[in-house]
């Protein structure tokens, strides 16, 4: 029911920036939290930084410091800065969204965008 539209991504050179953004759409759904996952070829997808409704945030220790989430609550949109990025960044970004609807709750996912961070 809620679908995610993320852009940003692409290559950089180790130390660049890259903003990765993601919008949620739909119908009578109340957000209860929004951010991002990454997966590395190979790897587990793993929590990047999400910020939830009411405002509190959760980076993985590998962003703290680097990434900053934050939002757009009026539009349901959320961005990602990340700074200082570096090889071990690279891996494919994919924007989750919980919501309820009712009161049920679901994710969502977007479509992911890759991340390439050369040396």
């Known amino acids: 029911q809620v679908q995610l539209m993320e852009s940003g991504g692409g290559l950089v050179q180790t130390g660049g920036s890259l903003s990765l953004s993601c919008t949620a759409s739909?119908?009578?759904?109340?957000?209860?939290?929004m951010g991002w996952y990454r997966q590395a070829h190979g790897q587990q997808r793993e929590l990047v930084a999400t910020?939830?409704?009411?405002?509190?945030?959760n980076y993985a220790d590998f962003a703290k410091g680097r990434f900053t989430i934050s939002g757009d609550y009026d539009r349901n949109t959320r961005y990602l800065q990340m700074n200082n990025l570096t090889p071990e960044d690279t891996a494919l970004y994919y924007c989750?969204?919980?919501?309820?609807?009712?009161?049920?709750?679901?994710?969502?996912w977007g479509q992911g965008t890759q991340v390439t961070v050369s040396s």
């Open positions: 989750n969204a919980r919501y309820y609807i009712g009161f049920s709750h679901y994710d969502s």
């Open positions: 910020l939830n409704a009411g405002g509190g945030t």
């Open positions: 739909g119908s009578g759904f109340r957000l209860i939290a």
